[in-house]
């Protein structure tokens, strides 16, 4: 059974950092996409970031450029998100995504943007920034 397992959400003042982990067990995702995602009350789910299957290429939505970095250890099946100069609007549920079929010839941002490219979802992991 593939389990995608959040952690590292929690309550932290604006101007704050928090570093979200998904660790993926039942598989390896080492070929795979993998991405994070965020939904905030009475919004729809949008995209956040995500990396290639080798780590060397990242992408992000424009809202989070410049403060949100993702990494991934493949060795650990584990994602990283690093959140940082966090803002209220940054509150959210983050999930953390991974395809089932290989990425390695996913070409262009496209794909690693669009919730559909996932396959697998976590339960996700609250974030809320205060002011």
């Known amino acids: 059974q593939v389990q995608l397992v959040e952690s590292g959400g929690g309550l932290v003042q604006a101007g704050g950092s928090l570093r979200l982990s998904c660790a993926a067990s039942g598989r390896t995702f080492s070929n795979n996409a993998m991405g994070w995602f965020r939904q905030a009350p009475g919004k729809e789910r949008e995209f956040v970031a995500a990396i290639s299957w080798s780590g060397g290429n990242t992408y992000y939505a424009d809202s989070v450029k410049g403060r949100f970095t993702i990494s991934r250890d493949n060795a650990k099946n584990t994602v990283y998100l690093q959140i940082n100069s966090l803002k209220p609007d940054d509150t959210a549920v983050y999930y953390c995504?991974?395809?089932?079929?290989?990425?390695?010839?996913?070409?262009?941002?496209?794909?690693?943007?669009?919730?559909?490219?996932?396959?697998?979802w976590g339960q996700g992991t609250q974030v809320t920034v205060s002011s």
């Open positions: 995504a991974a395809a089932a079929a290989p990425s390695r010839y996913w070409s262009g941002s496209t794909l690693y943007g669009m919730a559909r490219s996932y396959d697998y």
